[in-house]
């Protein structure tokens, strides 16, 4: 198993609809989990940090299932401006809080009006 | 909010040049990352900074890579002699928890 996986996408949905991202790691031991969002040429944004069995935040809900090694992205009620590549980045710790991020290579999601 | 900021945002330079992109980390975080991606591909990691010291580098960062923090806010990658598979865009990012915040990035074209 590669040690970030990602639906390789892309998605094209239109405005208002529901979507999920899915995504699956190798390192059983890995404790956390980000979600960043990517623009076209831009940086990587923070988008949700996923801690525990998941977290939710306005439209978007993350969730873990640390049995499985997989991780989830929901995006409700879709917007113009969520239209991003979604990368799925597992955290490697290698002391404090020093972490080597992993990142998958992506979702494309397009949201069309 | 407080950002990571890059500079150059674009670079170009002809093989076997050096370079050095410089970036400035949020300015009460404690770790310092740069990483890189060529166009159409993930984003990968090159190397962690903590202490003024390395923590950890990965494959790619090889000896032809260095990183400095020269003073109390720049935070520096050097290409002592840049290839043409160096062409990439170059992320520098900064943390005090493990969530790490990414600079816009510099694009290095080498010709």
């Known amino acids: 198993r590669k040690e970030v996986e990602q639906d390789p996408g892309p998605f094209n949905v239109p405005e208002g609809a529901t979507v999920a991202f899915n995504c699956t790691y190798s390192?059983?031991?890995?404790?956390?989990f980000f979600w960043y969002r990517q623009d076209c040429r831009k940086e990587p944004k923070l988008l949700m940090s996923v801690y525990s069995s998941g977290n939710e935040d306005g439209r978007f809900t993350a969730q873990l299932n640390r049995a499985s090694q997989y991780i989830s992205l929901l995006i409700r009620d879709s917007k113009l401006s969520d239209s991003a590549t979604y990368l799925c980045v597992v955290p490697r710790g290698s002391g404090g809080s020093n972490y080597k991020l992993t990142f998958g290579k992506g979702t494309l999601l397009t949201v069309n009006p | 909010e407080p950002e990571v900021t890059q500079t150059p945002s674009h670079q170009v330079t002809q093989m076997g040049q050096e370079v050095i992109l410089r970036c400035v980390p949020i300015?009460?975080?404690?770790?310092f990352y740069w990483y890189r991606q060529i166009l159409g591909q993930k984003v990968e990691f090159l190397v962690s900074f903590y202490n003024n010291e390395i923590s950890e580098k990965s494959e790619i960062f090889d000896d032809q890579f260095s990183v400095e923090r020269p003073d109390g806010s720049n935070f520096t990658l050097k290409i002592r002699s840049t290839k043409l598979e160096d062409s990439a865009m170059y992320f520098c990012?900064?943390?005090?928890?493990?969530?790490?915040?990414f600079g816009p990035g510099t694009r290095l074209t080498v010709t």
């Open positions: 990012a900064s943390s005090v928890t493990p969530e790490q915040y």
């Open positions: 300015s009460n975080h404690l770790y």
């Open positions: 390192n059983s031991a890995s404790q956390s």
